[in-house]
C-alpha cells in the first residue's frame, strides 16, 4: 500500500513536471503567443463577420444571434486546435529539439506524461478561448444578457477530456511520420468539427454525416455552449452523459494508440534518427 | 562535495546481485531504403549482429568503434529507447524490453548531443527534469545549485537560455541532469566529442569523481583512444555491429601484438581508426 502511495506520488510530481516545463516554454515564446492570438482574433473575425455580410446582401437573419453562434464555433474550433496543438507538440518538438528521449528514458508512465501535457492544454486552452471570446463579443457589441457563462465553461471542460483522448491518439502521429505527422493531426480537427456543427445546425448536413456528428464530442459540447450562451440554459443531461461515454472511451483508446505507435518508433528507430 | 540524491539507493541494489549490465547475444536491425531495388525497395541493415558481454557492477567499460559501428544502438537499446530484434540485455537482472520502467529508474544517459531546450535556462531544464523522476521543488532548489557547482557550470549563468552557451557548458549541463537522479547505471554516449581539450578534461576528471564516489558502473562509448585507455577497466572493439574483443587494454593490445590501442584496433578490424569506408556510410544505423 505504502509502494502504491510512493509510486502515485512520484507520477504526480512527474506530471507536474510536464505541466512546469510546458509554463517555462510559455513563458520563453510569450511574444509568439502574442502574435498567435492576434492571428486568431482575425481568423475569428474573418468569420463572425459573415452575419453581418448576409444581412448587407440582403439576408434577414437576427444577425446579434447568427454573429454569436458563428463566434461560439469559432471559439470551439480554436480552443479545440490549442488542445491538439499542445499534444501534438508533446511528440513534434521534443523530437526536435532531441530532448524526446530523455523524456521517454524517464520512469514517467506514459499516463501521467500526456496527462501533464493535457491538464496544461485545458487551462491554457480555456483562458485563450475566453480571451478570444470577450475580444471579438466586445468587437461586435454582443450583449448576450441571458447567457449561462458557467454551464458553458464546464461543458467545454467535460469535453476537454474527450478532446483530450482523441488529441492522444494524433499526437503520434510525428512519432510515425516525423516530417508530416503533425499536419495530419489538423485534418483530425477539421474533420471533427465538420461533423459537428461548428457553423451550423448538424441537421443541415447529409444523413452519414449526422450519423457520424453522434460520435463526436464537439456535436454535444457546440450544442450545450450555444443554449447556454443563447439561451441561458443550464447543464444538460443529454449533452454530459454523451461526453462521459465519450471520454470513457477515448482516454483508453488515445493511451491505447499511442502505446502502439511508441512500440513501433522503438522498433524502427524512429525517436531519433541519427546521432 | 556535494552528496548527489539517491533516486535509487545503492543499497537497494543486493552486493551479490547479477551483473549490472548482461548482454547475451543481442541483435537490432533496421529497415533502410535500397537504391538498388528502386523506389520502394527496402534492406535489413544488421546495426548489432550477436553482441555479448557484461559488466560488473562499479566497473567502467569503454566501447570503440567508428561512426555507423553500432555504439549509439547499443546506448539506445540499454536505455530502452529502442526494441531489440533478437537476444536480450539486463539491468541489474531487469529486461530492457521487458521490464523498462525497471530499468529506467536504474539508468541514465549523456549522448553526444547535449539535448534541452533552447530557449530554457540550465535551470528550468534540470527541473523539470528531475520532476520525471520524481524530485520534488524543494529537493530540486537544493540540488541543482549543488550538482551545477559541482560539474563547475557558473552560478552566474544559470538563468542564460541554452542556445547561449557553449557546446562545453552544454554538455556540464548534461552531465549534471544525468547525476542529478543517481543513475546507478551511466551510459555515455561519446560525451567529450566536439569539446575542447580543457573542457574534455573536466569531463573526463568529473566522470573519474562520479565513478569513485557514487559507486557508478559506466558503459563509455567513445571515438577517443586515450579516452578509453585512462578511464575504462576494459576496453571493446565494436565494428559494424559485431563485438570483435572487450579486454583490459593492455591485454587487447597484447592480443593483436600492438604497441597501441589504435594499432590494435586497426589489426582487430582490418582498418584504422578514422578510416571509414562506404560501408559505414551505407550502413545509416544509429552512429
Redesign the interface.
Known amino acids: 500500500m505504502r509502494a502504491m502511495a510512493m509510486t502515485l506520488?512520484?507520477e504526480l510530481?512527474?506530471l507536474?513536471?510536464?505541466v512546469?516545463?510546458n509554463i517555462?516554454?510559455t513563458k520563453?515564446?510569450i511574444f509568439w503567443d502574442v502574435a498567435f492570438f492576434v492571428w486568431t482574433v482575425a481568423n475569428t473575425l474573418t468569420i463572425v463577420f459573415i452575419a453581418e455580410g448576409i444581412v448587407a446582401t440582403g439576408g434577414e437573419i437576427d444577425v446579434e444571434q447568427v454573429t454569436t453562434q458563428l463566434l461560439i464555433g469559432a471559439v470551439v474550433w480554436a480552443y479545440l486546435g490549442i488542445i491538439f496543438a499542445f499534444l501534438m507538440e508533446t511528440v513534434a518538438w521534443e523530437r526536435w529539439?532531441?530532448?524526446i528521449?530523455?523524456?521517454?528514458?524517464?520512469?514517467?508512465?506514459r499516463a501521467m506524461h500526456l496527462g501533464g501535457t493535457g491538464v496544461f492544454a485545458v487551462i491554457y486552452g480555456l483562458v485563450r478561448a475566453s480571451l478570444l471570446f470577450v475580444v471579438v463579443a466586445l468587437f461586435f457589441g454582443l450583449s448576450m444578457p441571458d447567457a449561462n457563462f458557467a454551464a458553458a465553461l464546464v461543458l467545454l471542460v467535460i469535453a476537454s477530456v474527450s478532446f483530450f483522448g482523441i488529441g492522444m491518439m494524433t499526437s503520434v502521429l510525428p512519432l510515425i511520420s516525423p516530417e508530416k505527422g503533425a499536419q495530419l493531426g489538423f485534418i483530425a480537427q477539421g474533420m471533427l468539427l465538420v461533423v459537428s456543427g461548428v457553423y451550423y445546425p448538424v441537421s443541415v448536413l447529409p444523413q452519414w454525416m449526422q450519423w457520424l456528428s453522434t460520435i463526436s464530442p464537439a456535436t454535444y459540447a457546440l450544442r450545450g455552449i450555444r443554449a447556454s450562451i443563447l439561451d441561458g440554459a443550464g447543464l444538460a443531461w443529454e449533452d454530459v452523459w454523451p461526453l462521459l461515454v465519450i471520454g470513457a472511451v477515448s482516454i483508453p483508446l488515445g493511451l491505447w494508440v499511442f502505446h502502439r505507435g511508441e512500440?513501433y518508433a522503438?522498433?524502427?528507430?524512429k525517436?531519433?534518427r541519427?546521432? | 562535495m556535494t552528496e548527489v540524491r539517491e533516486a535509487v539507493p545503492l543499497e537497494a541494489v543486493p552486493r551479490r546481485s547479477p551483473p549490472a549490465v548482461d548482454v547475451l547475444e543481442l541483435r537490432k536491425e533496421f529497415r533502410r531504403r535500397d537504391r538498388k531495388k528502386g523506389r520502394f525497395g527496402r534492406r535489413r541493415v544488421p546495426a548489432l549482429d550477436g553482441v555479448t558481454f557484461t559488466i560488473r557492477r562499479g566497473e567502467c567499460v569503454a566501447i570503440l568503434g567508428q561512426n555507423g559501428s553500432g555504439k549509439s544502438t547499443l546506448v539506445r537499446l540499454l536505455s530502452t529507447l529502442l526494441l531489440p530484434d533478437g537476444g536480450s540485455a539486463t539491468i541489474f537482472g531487469h529486461d530492457v524490453a521487458r521490464e523498462s520502467r525497471a530499468v529506467r529508474r536504474l539508468v541514465n544517459r549523456v549522448s553526444v548531443e547535449a539535448s534541452f531546450f533552447k530557449k530554457m535556462s540550465s535551470s528550468e531544464n534540470l527541473h523539470y527534469a528531475a520532476r520525471f523522476y520524481g524530485m520534488t521543488p524543494s529537493e530540486t532548489r537544493v540540488k541543482i545549485p549543488e550538482i551545477l557547482t559541482r560539474v563547475g557550470f557558473p552560478a552566474d549563468r544559470r538563468g542564460e537560455p541554452m542556445e547561449n552557451l557553449s557546446r562545453g557548458m552544454q554538455q556540464k549541463v548534461a552531465l549534471a541532469r544525468a547525476l542529478l537522479t543517481s543513475p546507478v547505471v551511466l551510459l555515455l554516449d561519446e560525451p567529450t566529442t566536439g569539446l575542447d581539450p580543457r573542457s574534455k578534461k573536466e569531463v573526463q576528471e568529473f566522470i573519474r569523481e562520479v565513478r569513485v564516489e557514487h559507486d557508478a558502473t559506466i558503459l563509455l562509448c567513445t571515438h577517443d583512444l586515450d579516452e578509453a585507455e585512462e578511464l575504462a577497466e576494459r576496453v571493446g572493439i565494436l565494428d559494424r555491429g559485431r563485438l570483435l574483443a572487450l579486454e583490459p587494454a593492455d591485454d587487447l593490445k597484447h592480443r593483436y601484438g600492438a604497441e597501441t590501442l589504435e594499432d590494435a584496433f586497426f589489426a582487430a578490424t582490418g582498418r584504422g581508426f578514422e578510416e571509414e569506408g562506404d560501408e559505414d556510410d551505407d550502413r545509416e544505423v544509429f552512429a
Open positions: 506520488k512520484h510530481i512527474g507536474s513536471g510536464v512546469e516545463r517555462y516554454l520563453r515564446y529539439e532531441g530532448t528521449e530523455y523524456t521517454f528514458m524517464a520512469p514517467l508512465s512500440l522503438k522498433r524502427h528507430g525517436l531519433k541519427s546521432g
